[in-house]
């Protein structure tokens, strides 16, 4: 349900998390929650960070989710903490405008935590995972064309590239016609299908891993414009952090991590001269770096969670500079066919 224009926290989040959290408590510690605050979790879930925030500290959370399922699990939680807590069915890359319209200009923290769920994962009806047979979906919304319509319909050439660049894959051009000769045939309807499909043009991969991990990859980001809507929500924390708020990111493979890297260094770097001339900067920075460097999970929490091996969290402390636009090519976002799919030549 969308919080009304004015109403500070609307109705909320949550039911039992079968998504586990990663970095949890680094990422409280980066965003060090205080009582009265106010908090946005972009990328809501199962509610574990949220939780973990209100748990903190005597403060508000503004939770978004674009994904139906998880909105539609808020109610247990929405009990438990009140008004509090409010959740919102919406995009994060608009953030800003979701908590201005919940009546809130500037906010004390932002958390994301980017790319698909395991709850997502786990449930095959979705179309995420090429270990459950389902439909092939992938769209977190539930809106928009969907992993079929692309790979039905989205021209060989086009479609190579996308998961080169998303999947990085190699064989990208061996895949791309083996779905083209595939679906000359019949139309590739699940995931089950296009794996095997993918499977037969990459061949055994040597880390072990399931040849279609990456192309399955390329397709859920490319359905759900997933580095785009990063580079944007990044860009509408800036604009609603007001000084000293925190900003905490949560990613889990290399293009998102690239773009969420340029992001802040950009944003806090300063440009020195030598040793004999005054410090000189192009553009006062909008972000401190915090923590340093990018936070790993420890050996213990990727034991208990092997999902968490590949995450990193990067943070920022906002300062009282105006944000400023971005560059989506400076960022590592590519330039990629509309997501409107199109009839191959």
Do not use: W
Not at 15 to 32: D, F, M, Q, S, Y
Not at 252 to 275: C, N, P, Q, W, Y
């Amino acid at each position: 349900m969308m919080a009304g224009r004015g109403t500070p926290l609307c109705e909320t989040a949550g039911g039992p998390a079968r998504h586990i959290p990663v970095l949890l408590n680094e990422v409280i510690e980066t965003l060090k929650p205080r009582d009265g605050g106010l908090y946005v979790d972009g990328t809501f879930g199962a509610g574990g960070y949220s939780r973990a925030i209100l748990d903190a500290a005597d403060c508000r959370v503004i939770a978004i989710d674009q994904d139906p399922t998880a909105i539609a699990g808020g109610a247990e939680m929405a009990a438990s903490y009140g008004d509090r807590l409010s959740l919102v069915k919406g995009r994060f890359s608009a953030l800003d405008t979701i908590s201005r319209d919940a009546g809130c200009d500037l906010v004390d923290g932002v958390t994301l935590d980017v790319g698909v769920s395991s709850m997502q994962l786990d449930q095959a009806g979705r179309g995420f995972s090429f270990q459950k047979d389902g439909p092939l979906d992938m769209r977190m919304s539930g809106e928009g064309p969907s992993a079929a319509d692309v790979v039905n319909t989205l021209g060989e050439g086009d479609l190579a590239r996308l998961i080169f660049v998303l999947g990085e894959e190699k064989k990208s051009r061996a895949v791309a016609r083996a779905i083209g000769r595939a679906r000359a045939d019949a139309e590739i309807a699940t995931t089950a299908a296009l794996a095997e499909i993918v499977a037969r043009a990459v061949g055994p991969r040597r880390d072990g891993k399931h040849p279609a991990t990456r192309t399955f990859q390329a397709l859920r980001i490319f359905v759900n414009g997933e580095l785009s809507e990063l580079a944007e929500g990044l860009a509408a924390a800036e604009r609603i952090l007001k000084a000293g708020g925190r900003l905490a990111v949560v990613s889990f493979h290399s293009l998102e991590d690239r773009i969420v890297k340029r992001f802040l260094a950009e944003r806090a770097k300063t440009v020195r001269g030598s040793r004999h001339m005054p410090e000189v900067q192009t553009e006062a920075p909008t972000f401190t770096l915090v923590p340093r460097q990018a936070v790993s999970p420890s050996k213990p929490e990727t034991d208990a969670n092997p999902r968490a091996r590949s995450a990193r969290l990067r943070g920022g402390e906002r300062t009282n500079e105006p944000a400023r636009p971005i560059d989506l090519k400076a960022l590592g976002v590519p330039a990629l066919p509309d997501l409107e799919p199109r009839h191959p030549q």
